[in-house]
């Protein structure tokens, strides 16, 4: 195989980090039983860690990051899978201890790989990515929790203008839930809010908490993507036996909260883990993602290549990034 296009992460001898696009070999991927052929990735906020010193997520170096993909095979030792299928991948080790989708050829084993369903594209399937698959498996959640669009509940979005939080707010209104809350840090984020389907915006500037362990109950289900004290001050605020899906933690890893939201209102605190979701509700809500819950004829998205992912992931640390940005990567 000829050498291909890849954006690569190294770090340098002062141990800082380093990333630029680079022709690589098939040599440099890492080990599995099948090849695709990579047609679209898309920049998530794990991504953006990958490409800073200290970040947190990239385990060894070099390493190609790029936590999603989709294309078509080249090759598979898996009899299930044909050359020319259409696949995507999201999550596991991609990326962050295996080389990942930010490359023109990836390499992975086959129990990484989802079929693409029939009603979404590969370019679709990356407006997505695993923001929205986050985002479906939160929905998902609190569904199972009790969320019925016929109760037309209160619901808090956090971090709304974000990939996840952005996507969750769009099948929320395209399910037809009504009553959704957004939150925003700056003021121009209202309008992409309300934009995405937010009925009512929460300035989390304006409103600091007051530190009480409860406060009046406002909402009764939260898509939460941000973590720390925000959703200290959001449990706070939750009706009885209400939800919080919780997948982000850019406001901190840290809960500094009480037991008391938990014991004398029933709240639940459900945990989103999109990595290593199993293969059965992967492909139960990629095919929902495709069918009854499909948005990518509103979704906003920005699209890119390989060698704008610098100026990306920029806003995505400075908290300026919104909705969902996708690479192309073949023919870029």
């Given at each position: 195989m000829k050498p291909f296009k890849s954006y690569v992460v190294r770090t340098n001898e002062e141990n800082q980090v380093t990333h630029q696009v680079e022709g690589v070999t098939e040599s440099f991927?890492?080990?599995g039983n099948t090849t695709i052929a990579v047609e679209y990735s898309s920049i998530n906020y794990k991504d953006m860690l990958g490409l800073q010193t200290k970040g947190g997520v990239i385990r060894n170096y070099p390493m190609i990051p790029g936590i999603d993909l989709a294309g078509t095979i080249i090759s598979s030792e898996d009899p299930s899978l044909s050359p020319g299928d259409p696949v995507l991948i999201t999550g596991y080790k991609l990326g962050t201890e295996h080389t990942g989708g930010f490359s023109e050829v990836a390499r992975v084993p086959s129990e990484w790989v989802v079929k693409l369903p029939e009603n979404l594209s590969a370019k679709e399937a990356m407006m997505y990515g695993t923001a929205g698959f986050t985002a479906a498996l939160s929905i998902a959640a609190l569904e199972k929790n009790g969320m019925k669009v016929e109760d037309q509940p209160e619901i808090l979005v956090t971090g709304a203008t974000g990939g996840v939080g952005?996507?969750?707010t769009q099948i929320l209104r395209k399910l037809g839930y009504e009553n959704i809350t957004a939150t925003i840090r700056k003021d121009y984020q209202e309008e992409s809010a309300k934009e995405f389907g937010a009925t009512k915006i929460w300035n989390i500037t304006e409103n600091e908490s007051n530190g009480r362990p409860l406060n009046r109950r406002e909402y009764k289900y939260v898509v939460d993507t941000v973590g720390g004290d925000l959703t200290a001050d959001v449990l706070s605020k939750v009706d009885e036996y209400g939800s919080v899906a919780i997948s982000g933690n850019a406001g901190g890893v840290k809960l500094n909260t009480t037991v008391l939201p938990f014991i004398l209102r029933g709240v639940n605190l459900l945990g989103?883990?999109?990595?290593?979701?199993?293969?059965?509700?992967?492909?139960?809500?990629?095919?929902?993602?495709?069918?009854?819950?499909?948005?990518?004829?509103?979704?906003?998205?920005?699209?890119?290549?390989?060698q704008d992912i610098p100026e990306t992931a920029a806003k995505l640390k400075d908290g300026q990034h919104l909705g969902r940005t996708i690479i192309k990567i073949n023919g870029t």
């Open positions: 991927l890492g080990e952005s996507v969750a989103i883990n999109s990595v290593s979701t199993d293969m059965a509700e992967r492909e139960q809500l990629w095919n929902k993602l495709a069918n009854e819950w499909n948005i990518v004829a509103v979704l906003h998205h920005t699209e890119i290549a390989l």
